[in-house]
C-alpha cells in the first residue's frame, strides 16, 4: 500500500556520455512500475533513431525563447550552442495522477529543478571512471572533436557536483544501476516525512497529534 498518492520527480542527471539514456531505458522497461518519462524540448538536430516527441521535442530556437518568457519550462539549459528545457505542464499532470516522473537532464537543469521542487529525489549517475567516459563520448561517432573537448570539459567539472544530489549510482552496468534506481524510488515512497499524515489517517489519529521534536 503506497501512503501518498502524489507520484515522486525523479531527476536523473549527470555529465554528458554517462549513459543516462541507457539507463533510464533499462529502467522501464523493468516490470510493474508507474514510471512516467518526461520528454524534454531541445534545439538541437534530431540524430540517427531519434523520434519527434519520443526522445526529445524538436523545436526552433525562436519558440524556445519564446517558452522560456512565458514561463513554460520546470528547468533549461544552454550547452554547445544549443537549449534543453522540461516542459512545466506535463510534468505536473502526471505527478497529479500519481505517476512516477522522471526528468533525464544535465546537471545544470538538475539543480533547478532542486530549487524549483524541494522534494524531488536527486540521483546523480557516475561513470565507473572517467576513462569510461571520455571513451563514450569518442566512441558514439555523433560529433566533431572540437564538441567532444567541450563536453569532456563540462563533464570533469559536472564531477564535482555529485555531492548536491541525494543518491550516487554507478552505471558499472545498465541493469545494475536501473535496479538501484528503483529500489531508491520504493524507499522514497516509505520515508516518513512523506507518509506520516496519510499514516495517521490510516490509524484514526488526528494529524495535530504527531510529536514534533
Avoid: W
Avoid at 11 to 21: C, D, H, L, T
Avoid at 30 to 53: A, F, I, Q
Amino acid at each position: 500500500m503506497k501512503l501518498n498518492d502524489r507520484g515522486l520527480l525523479i531527476v536523473i542527471s549527470g555529465p554528458s556520455g554517462v549513459g543516462k539514456g541507457t539507463v533510464r531505458r533499462a529502467l522501464f522497461n523493468m516490470p510493474k512500475h508507474n514510471l512516467t518519462y518526461s520528454v524534454s524540448m531541445t534545439t538541437r538536430d534530431m540524430r540517427p533513431g531519434e523520434v519527434d516527441g519520443v526522445d526529445y521535442y524538436f523545436v526552433k530556437k525562436e519558440e524556445f525563447a519564446q517558452k522560456i518568457k512565458e514561463g513554460k519550462f520546470l528547468e533549461y539549459a544552454e550547452f554547445v550552442g544549443n537549449y534543453y528545457g522540461t516542459p512545466l505542464d506535463k510534468v505536473n499532470e502526471q505527478l497529479d495522477k500519481g505517476n512516477e516522473v522522471v526528468l533525464e537532464i544535465e546537471v545544470e537543469g538538475a539543480q533547478q529543478v532542486k530549487n524549483k521542487v524541494p522534494d524531488c529525489v536527486m540521483i546523480f549517475i557516475a561513470p565507473p571512471g572517467k576513462q569510461a567516459l571520455y571513451d563514450r563520448l569518442r566512441n558514439r561517432g555523433t560529433e566533431s572533436e572540437e564538441v567532444i573537448q567541450q563536453r569532456i570539459e563540462k563533464a570533469n567539472r559536472e564531477f564535482q557536483k555529485a555531492y548536491l544530489y541525494d543518491y550516487i549510482v554507478v552505471n558499472d552496468d545498465v541493469n545494475n544501476a536501473a535496479d538501484r534506481i528503483m529500489a531508491i524510488i520504493r524507499a522514497e515512497h516509505a520515508k516518513t516525512e512523506r507518509s506520516i499524515h496519510a499514516y495517521m489517517e490510516m490509524i484514526g489519529e488526528n494529524n495535530n497529534s504527531i510529536d514534533k521534536p
